[in-house]
């Protein structure tokens, strides 16, 4: 579960991110959609404790971030825009890593025991990686392959909050739809689910709730089964080209 | 241990430095670089020592069998000091090329020291350097700078930090296994040449020296870690590699080569040295004029004479020189070498400040550059440096001092008595052969103690300690500051 309680985000003078609230349960993929310099990827920084709160608070299964840093990070699994892995080591070789760092911290959570190499290989199995690619370096990889090892460390960590910001940008659309369905599948697992995204058409399908924000202000969410495809685009244009200003000042 | 993210971190940042290919290419190079200079070293500690060897024991024979002639003969004919060499040498040439290995000794004269077993010397290994010292001093540092530059900035540009820094792992587990990892590259490129080092010395049955060059390991450590941490340091604090590099370039080329050839620039033009033709022309001027027929206002020999006859007179009770069983020109001899020595003293003596206040500047570089601390360090570990060659002609000249007194004193209590005393007064007839000769020990050197080592190079320890701590709190604030973008 992920929540930001009146969450705000200064940079000098600028406000980032104004007064944000907003909840997601496990089991829900709450996509968020805004233009350029909405504020999205500020919000995920400030989950990942990359950035401090001018005020606010961010909470991962109710735990503070800043406060507890350590153990709300052993609790989700970020995938950015591009992620990048080491390419002098194989896939493989880069989730073991990875995993090693998350299950080092995980003492009382559900993910204590030690994994062996024939489940890492399982879980790239699973999350689509072809099997001829285990054992190459990630150098040779393409940006969607990655993507899939760091569904896999998710899926192996059994992280029960995934933070994407913007995963399926530049994937072919055969790639992003093999990533939405991973998200679907961890979705019925419980999993709480961030996404910035620009894809209006992926949020409504995928997506149980969608916000719409607009130079830091979080201007509606609602269930994404309660709006249709085209209507989802007339509104967030009509958001977009309504005021140049803030709409709600708060 | 497995499962802690510092042994995670060192395993993964030494796989991908491995596979980046650079540090095979690098700890090969160390590998073949010590294994030549530690053979170089060998070969040339054979030879220097063989040499000495031979030329001690040559001068030794030389001494004992000069055939017979009176004691002050002998003075004249006179007996050499040399400096051995310590197996570290192997390691550390030091001053050995630049400075003076023996002293020739002989009366009235306080003579400074020759080099000539420099001059026997292969080209190669006086100008090329080619010593392990050299490598640890110069090659190495520039090799941790290679292998840590990217160390963090690599992964700022491949954005793989991002990645890292949202896993549950603190910036001190980070720290630490970026250090190991490098520490573990550092340890397989110097390991090996420590144990064969270890094993040579073991082998030649040099074990006095063993802790000498434990010691000076355990100082190449410091000095390596601190290019350690600076590398670390540097890449958490750059935005890019290409920046790090540049920066620890910098700081290799000023620590080691800028400073330390800066001080000795400066140094000399600060107090200019007296070139050894300037030194000799002083001695003989003294010489000449001062001493030999007296000093203290007197001018002649036989006036010095004289008065120290008639106290001989007076102390034994006769009336008549010609009486008297001791011989005053035995006396009044060492009187000469005596009030010599005063004059040495201070012309030494002004020497020494100038090579002490030169080296003064020198100390004061070690606050600037570490590697002039491990080169002072090792010089000394090594008995190579300016201290154990002037506790080297302190002995020699202590030495020779006591040889001219056994020589002078011989004269004096001697000469009237028994056999070879035929012509009354003058000493001259009198001869002493074989037996004495060989019953006047032979110089050898008493090397510097390690505590006194130590303690002579304090502050070369406290700069290598400063260093190390300032660089690794440097390290650990810059992997703390870390940020994201
Ligand atoms: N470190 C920073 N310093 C100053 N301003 C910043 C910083 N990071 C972000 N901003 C500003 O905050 C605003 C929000 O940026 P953010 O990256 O959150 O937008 P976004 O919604 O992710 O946009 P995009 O769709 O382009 O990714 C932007 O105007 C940006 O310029
Ligand atoms: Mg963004």
């Not at chain 2, 050197?445 to 002579?456: A, C, M, P, R, V």
Request: proline share 3%; glycine share 6%.
């Amino acid at each position: 579960m992920l929540e930001t309680k009146n969450l705000t985000k200064k940079f000098g003078d600028f406000t980032a991110l104004h007064n944000l609230n907003l909840k997601v349960n496990s089991g829900e993929i709450f996509c968020l959609l805004g233009a350029n310099g909405a504020g999205k990827s500020t919000t995920i920084n400030l989950f990942l404790n990359f950035l401090k709160p001018s005020s606010g608070q961010a909470l991962i299964d109710g735990l503070d971030v800043c406060q507890y840093p350590l153990e709300t990070k052993s609790r989700f699994t970020y995938i950015p825009e591009n992620l990048r892995l080491y390419p002098q080591l194989t896939g493989l070789e880069n989730l073991d890593f990875f995993y090693g760092l998350s299950h080092t911290q995980n003492q009382g959570l559900p993910n204590t025991g030690k994994v062996s190499k024939d489940q890492l290989i399982e879980v790239l199995n699973e999350a689509g990686l072809p099997s001829e690619f285990l054992h190459r370096r990630v150098s040779s990889y393409s940006k969607g392959m990655r993507q899939k090892v760091g569904i896999a460390l998710a899926m192996v960590k059994n992280a029960q909050v995934l933070l994407l910001d913007e995963p399926t940008s530049g994937l072919d659309p055969q790639a992003s739809n093999e990533f939405s369905e991973l998200l679907i599948r961890m979705k019925s697992k419980g999993v709480a689910i961030l996404m910035a995204t620009h894809d209006l058409w992926r949020a409504r399908d995928t997506g149980s709730h969608i916000g719409i924000m607009k130079q830091g202000h979080l201007l509606e969410s609602f269930e994404a089964t309660t709006i249709s495809h085209s209507d989802l685009e007339s509104l967030y244009l009509s958001h977009m080209y309504r005021h140049k200003t803030p709409i709600r000042e708060e | 241990m497995k499962n802690s993210a510092i042994y995670r971190i060192v395993i993964k940042d030494f796989v991908v430095s491995i596979r980046s290919g650079k540090f095979w290419t690098l700890a090969g190079f160390v590998f073949i670089f010590a294994s030549v200079s530690l053979w170089l070293g060998q070969s040339q500690y054979n030879r220097v020592s063989t040499i000495k060897a031979e030329a001690i024991q040559q001068a030794r024979h030389q001494w004992e069998n000069q055939g017979e002639k009176n004691p002050h003969g002998a003075g004249h004919f006179g007996s050499v000091a040399f400096k051995p060499i310590t197996p570290l040498y192997m390691i550390e040439a030091g001053l050995t090329d630049y400075v003076g290995e023996w002293v020739y000794l002989e009366t009235h004269k306080q003579n400074s020291a020759e080099k000539r077993p420099a001059n026997d010397r292969s080209v190669l290994f006086r100008f090329g350097q080619i010593t392990p010292g050299f490598l640890f001093r110069f090659l190495i540092p520039l090799f941790v700078i290679l292998l840590g530059y990217s160390t963090f900035s690599s992964e700022k540009e491949q954005n793989t930090l991002r990645m890292l820094l949202s896993q549950s792992i603190t910036s001190k587990e980070l720290f630490y296994g970026k250090l190991l990892s490098m520490f573990l590259q550092l340890a397989i490129m110097i390991v090996p040449v420590f144990l064969v080092t270890m094993g040579m010395f073991l082998m030649q049955d040099f074990s006095p020296f063993i802790p000498h060059m434990f010691i000076l390991f355990m100082a190449y450590v410091l000095y390596l870690s601190t290019f350690v941490f600076i590398a670390i340091g540097i890449s958490a604090r750059s935005r890019t590699s290409g920046s790090a590099l540049i920066l620890l370039f910098a700081f290799w080329l000023i620590s080691t080569i800028l400073i330390p050839r800066l001080t000795v620039t400066i140094s000399e033009i600060l107090s200019p040295p007296f070139s050894s033709f300037d030194l000799k022309v002083t001695h003989d001027e003294k010489q000449d004029n001062k001493y030999v027929y007296g000093y203290k206002g007197r001018d002649d020999f036989s006036e010095m004479y004289a008065e120290i006859e008639s106290e001989l007179m007076q102390e034994y009770g006769v009336g008549d020189a010609d009486s008297l069983e001791v011989n005053p020109f035995g006396f009044a001899i060492e009187k000469t070498e005596e009030e010599g020595q005063i004059i040495y003293d201070k012309t030494f003596g002004q020497i020494n400040d100038l090579y002490k206040s030169q080296n003064k500047l020198h100390r004061k570089s070690v606050a600037f550059s570490p590697l002039s601390a491990l080169h002072f360090l090792s010089m000394g570990l090594a008995h190579n440096d300016l201290q154990a060659h002037e506790d080297f002609l302190d002995q020699a000249e202590e030495y020779r001092r006591d040889l001219m007194k056994t020589l002078n004193m011989d004269i004096a209590y001697n000469s009237r008595k028994g056999k070879n005393n035929e012509e009354g007064n003058s000493h001259l007839p009198y001869v002493q052969g074989e037996e004495f000769w060989k019953s006047i020990r032979t110089f050898e050197y008493d090397e510097l103690g390690l505590i006194k080592i130590i303690s002579n190079h304090k502050y070369d320890v406290i700069s290598l300690f400063l260093w190390f701590f300032a660089s690794a709190f440097f390290a650990n604030w810059s992997v703390k500051k870390l940020k994201i973008n």
